[in-house]
């Protein structure tokens, strides 16, 4: 591991000034460090942010749940105001990795990772969110842009991550039995407005199911999955399951996060 700075920003302004050259935030570590370790990362200066007060916490209202980046997967999973307002997001938090990795890891690290196994980025992709950072406001549909790509500029800190609350919506995901990381994870959310399905696991980056989207919008029902055809073009192939094998495993996981809603 090649050596680095470590400095710890006290508040968001702090963070920005030294998010500078070849620097990079670090928050959980969780998936960073990894990384350093096996130099497929180099930074000149790490730019602790967890002792930032006001990236953590959760907010409730009406119409939508706001949650500080560097709130942990273990607290959304306890979270009693996520349970109520949006209970597939505790269930998908509750899901991650182990309990070390629940522990340190954060939602706004994994959304700025993007790691097409990840599974936050699935719900923001459903649940029509909107990523808060530094700078702006970014619609989630411009936000993911390919594997481990984002609309992040250098330099630019998540702040929060504010998702719809829907009328009904579930996870299921998948997993790789050593990582939990998801082999296949499907995101359903009956919004106001729309149906909207997000897939992860399955190509380089996080993706919105039209074909689903289009049959549960005339029928929401499990049933109305099997007359989807998922084509297997372009999906990961790996030792953990086939391109065939993804495109089967998400109609099994869509009926289950159906009947779950
Ligand atoms: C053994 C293991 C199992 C795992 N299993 C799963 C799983 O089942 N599902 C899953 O989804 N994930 C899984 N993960 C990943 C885990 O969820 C990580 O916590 C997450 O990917 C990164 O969050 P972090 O807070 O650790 O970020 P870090 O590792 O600190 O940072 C990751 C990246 O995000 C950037 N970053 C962090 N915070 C911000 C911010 N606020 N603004 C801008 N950039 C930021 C950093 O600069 C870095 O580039 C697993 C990880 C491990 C080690």
Do not use: W
């Not at 907010?59 to 209970?87: F, W």
């Not at 993911?144 to 800190?157: A, P, V, Y």
């Not at 996870?171 to 995101?187: D, E, L, M, Q, T």
């Not at 689903?212 to 084509?231: R, T």
Request: proline share 4%; with cysteine; glycine share 6%.
């Amino acid at each position: 591991m090649r050596s680095f700075n470590f400095k710890s920003a006290r508040n968001t302004k702090e963070a920005r000034k030294l998010a500078i050259g070849r620097a990079t935030f670090l928050a959980g570590g969780m998936s960073l460090i990894p990384a350093i370790k096996l130099r497929l990362a180099a930074y000149s200066d790490l730019i602790n942010i967890k002792k930032i007060k006001s990236l953590s916490g959760i907010k409730i209202s009406s119409k939508s749940l706001r949650i500080g980046a560097t709130t942990t997967h273990a607290e959304v999973a306890d979270s009693k105001e996520v349970r109520k307002a949006i209970p597939s997001l505790a269930n998908l938090a509750e899901g991650i990795g182990d309990p070390q990795v629940r522990n340190r890891g954060t939602i706004g690290g994994s959304v700025a990772n993007n790691d097409p196994a990840a599974d936050y980025p699935s719900a923001c992709l459903a649940l029509n969110a909107i990523i808060h950072t530094s700078k702006r406001k970014i619609p989630v549909d411009k936000f993911f842009k390919g594997m481990f790509e984002t609309d992040l500029k250098k330099g630019e800190l998540i702040e929060s991550i504010e998702f719809e609350v829907p009328e009904k919506s579930a996870y299921a995901k998948f997993p790789n039995p050593a990582s939990r990381y998801a082999i296949v994870g499907i995101y359903i959310a009956k919004l106001k407005k729309e149906i909207r399905v997000a897939v992860t696991g399955v190509e380089s980056c996080v993706f919105r199911c039209k074909k689903l989207e289009d049959v549960l919008s005339s029928n929401f029902s499990p049933s109305s999955i099997d007359s989807v055809n998922i084509s297997s073009k372009g999906f990961n192939a790996d030792i953990h399951a086939s391109a065939d094998y993804r495109a089967h495993i998400i109609k099994v996981m869509a009926k289950k996060a159906v009947s779950s809603c």
